[in-house]
């Protein structure tokens, strides 16, 4: 497995994963927008044998890196690739001099915050009606090399 850049070829499939994934996915254009026109955007995919295994986005935001998506395809999850991604973006937000690691995640979505939970980010505060289906967000925040 390899973490590397996501590219433009990638869209096709980096779409058809959200859609597997997530209830409001992104599309190729919300994708490609993201990685053509938004300065603060790094998006990086875990790839085996040429296949998307996994993907992330992260916002550095100045001295904030912030998590837009993740995610692991179905047959690769329980295989430890959302642990290299959030090592990697850990490490981005060092590299970057980041002091805080944020993300939006479904109060519904139990497992994505025990992992988020392992990796020391913590509930900060409750975005209401967050996502279009009105489903609320836990806000999750730590210091980048730390817990809160």
Not at 49 to 68: H, M
Not at 85 to 113: H, K, T
């Amino acid at each position: 497995m390899i973490l590397r850049e996501m590219r433009m070829k990638d869209l096709k499939q980096i779409a058809a994963l959200e859609a597997e994934l997530f209830i409001e996915p992104w599309n190729e254009e919300d994708f490609r927008r993201e990685m053509e026109e938004n300065e603060f955007a790094n998006y990086y995919v875990v790839e085996h044998d040429g296949e998307i295994a996994g993907y992330f986005g992260l916002w550095i935001l100045f001295d904030q890196g912030q998590i837009t998506t993740i995610g692991t395809a179905k047959k690769y999850q329980r295989q430890h690739i959302a642990s290299m991604m959030m090592d990697a973006i850990e490490q981005l937000c060092i590299e970057n001099e980041c002091e805080f690691l944020s993300l939006e995640v479904r109060i519904s979505n139990i497992p994505a915050q025990n992992l988020y939970k392992k990796y020391g980010l913590e509930i900060v505060s409750v975005r209401k009606d967050y996502y279009a289906n009105h489903e609320d967000a836990y806000l999750m925040m730590k210091p980048v090399g730390g817990s809160l």
